[in-house]
């Protein structure tokens, strides 16, 4: 088959989103650790960091977008020794169901629920949450700026957002190993190891279309977040962007 997610349009590029990780939820987790080495962990962690989740307080409730297999969630409630609330909605059923019944073997069911929901729509009043997540899932939205004026909606004032997203490589030497790994590498490791190279490859192209690190910050100022600022992971491989809703 022929690849053409480049000229898809919007309707279209949900439809293909959506095939891709009802494919990939059983290997998502596998496919993580294995593709990026262990380092989506350490992004992770960084980003949880950064958030800095209340332990105790006033309710401190998390909407994590895109959350699928709840990696975000699961540890901003273990950072705030389980005074954080976390709601995980994420489009696609089969990601929600992996990650409930990791919930379930990590005792964490009661902190963390799962909704099916889309990011450019989401299913919740607005000023609900103190903070707002999405990681590794704004570059699969096809309508980036819809997303954010939703995150905005959701948020009570005084409510932080965090992205972390794949970004633009700015080291000269890494970058021509980056493209190396991408376009070589991680297709041949999903034929391999999920029996699917396409799946892969769209991966790889997307990132690779996503805004880099200072436009994707002036898209969330567009949005109406103030004080945004952003961090890079690996020498870009991987940014964290945040704002406030002040
Ligand atoms: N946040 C998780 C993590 O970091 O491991 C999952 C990231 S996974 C690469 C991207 C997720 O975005 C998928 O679970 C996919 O279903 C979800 N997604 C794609 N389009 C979406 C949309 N329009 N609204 C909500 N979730 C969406």
Wanted: charged letters at 25%; one cysteine or more.
């Amino acid at each position: 088959a022929s690849f053409g997610f480049r000229e898809v349009a919007v309707e279209a590029k949900q439809d293909l989103v959506d095939e891709v990780f009802h494919k990939v939820a059983r290997r998502y987790d596998l496919m993580n650790d294995l593709m990026s080495g262990g380092l989506h962990r350490v992004w992770k962690d960084a980003m949880v960091v950064w958030l800095n989740p209340p332990r105790s307080g006033a309710p401190y409730r998390v909407l994590d977008v895109a959350g699928g297999t709840g990696d975000i969630s699961f540890r901003i409630v273990e950072r705030s020794r389980g005074h954080a609330r976390a709601t995980v909605c994420d489009i696609n059923g089969s990601m929600l169901a992996v990650g409930r019944e990791r919930a379930e073997k990590r005792r964490l069911a009661e902190t963390v629920d799962f909704i099916e929901g889309n990011a450019e729509d989401l299913p919740f009043g607005g000023t609900s949450f103190e903070a707002y997540t999405i990681a590794f899932g704004i570059r699969n939205v096809p309508r980036i700026d819809r997303a954010l004026a939703e995150a905005y909606r959701v948020l009570k004032p005084g409510g932080r957002f965090l992205c972390l997203e794949f970004s633009t490589v700015d080291m000269p030497a890494l970058d021509r190993l980056y493209d190396l790994y991408s376009f070589r590498a991680i297709p041949a490791m999903g034929r391999l190891v999920a029996g699917d190279s396409e799946s892969y490859r769209y991966l790889v192209e997307s990132i690779r279309r996503f805004p880099h690190q200072e436009r994707f910050a002036q898209m969330i100022r567009d949005a109406g977040f103030a004080r945004v600022s952003y961090r890079n992971l690996s020498g870009g491989i991987a940014a964290i962007h945040s704002g406030w809703k002040l």
